[in-house]
C-alpha cells in the first residue's frame, strides 16, 4: 500500500478542474492509454499571456488524478512563462511529496504543460524529438531521449528509479542494461558540463603557469579522448604566448581533415576552455613561422 499524504488523498478524493474547457485556446494530450496513464489539458490564456482558467481529463491511478488536479490549481493566474518554469518535483512538492513509485505520474503533468504551452506559441514541443528517438523499453514505448531527459532534469541513479519515473523497465526488464548504460552517459555529461565550468572561472585571469595547466586538462579530459575513439591522437608540444603547438598522432597523421580537427575541433575547444585568443598550430607550422 503507498503511503500517500493528506493533500494528495484531498485532491483524489475531491479533485479540482475536472472536464473539457469549451473556450481553451491551449489544449494537449500526453501519455497512453495503452500504457495504463493519459492526461489531456486546456488551458485558457488571455492576452496578456496569463492562464485565466485550466482544466483536465485523466485516464490513470490517483496519483495521477491529483498531480493533474494540483497542476491545474498551480498554474491559474500565471503567466505563461511562470507556468512553463513548473518542474515535476514542484508538482509532487505541492503535494506534499509522492511515493517514488508514483513519480511518472508528476512527469506526466509536467509534459502536458509544456506541451499546451508550446503548441500554444506556435512552436514544436521536444515530445515530437522525444519521440523520434530510439525506443528502449518496448513495453510502454519510452525512447533514450526521455529517459536522458527525465534522469537528468531528476538526478536519477539507478534503473528503479528510471522506472518509477517513466516506467521504463517495468515490463520484462530486457531493456534495464540499456538504461543503465543511459544512466552512465547522463551522468558522464554532468561531469563534463561541471570541468567546462569550472575552466571558464578559472580562465578568467590566467598565469602563464595556470594557463598550460588548462591547456593540458583540456587536451588530457576533453579532447585527446575524442581523437583516441578513432584512433588519433595528440601531443601538448609547447605554448609560446597565446600560440599552442602540438602534433597529431595516430590516425591523425597525414590525415586530410587534419586541419579541420585543429582548426574547428582542438583550437574552438581551447578557446571555449582556456583562452578566446589561443591558436593553435602543428610543430611543422611553428618552424617554417620561425624561419
Partial sequence: MWDYTEKVREHFFHPRNVGSLEDANAVAEVGSLACGDALKIYLKIDGQQRIQDAKFETFGCGSAIASSSALTEMIKGLSIDEAAKITNQDIAKYLGGLPEEKMHCSVMGREALEKAIALYRGETYEEDKEDEGRIVCKCFGVTDEKIKRVVRENGLQTVDQVTHYTKAGGGCTSCHAEIEDLIAEVWEDKK??????????????????????????AL????????????????????????????????????????????????????????????????????????
Fill in 192 to 217: 563534463r558540463e561541471q570541468f567546462r565550468e569550472e575552466k571558464k572561472v578559472q580562465r578568467k585571469k590566467l598565469t602563464t603557469i595556470q594557463k598550460i595547466t588548462l591547456i593540458q586538462d
Fill in 220 to 291: 588530457e579530459h576533453e579532447i585527446r579522448p575524442e581523437l583516441q575513439k578513432d584512433g588519433g591522437d595528440i601531443e601538448l608540444i609547447d605554448v609560446d604566448g597565446n600560440n599552442v603547438i602540438v602534433a597529431l598522432r595516430g590516425h591523425c597523421v597525414g590525415c586530410p581533415g587534419a586541419e579541420y580537427t585543429l582548426k574547428l575541433g582542438v583550437q574552438e575547444k581551447l578557446r571555449e576552455l582556456v583562452a578566446e585568443d589561443i591558436v593553435v598550430m602543428q610543430e611543422e607550422d611553428q618552424e617554417i613561422m620561425n624561419f
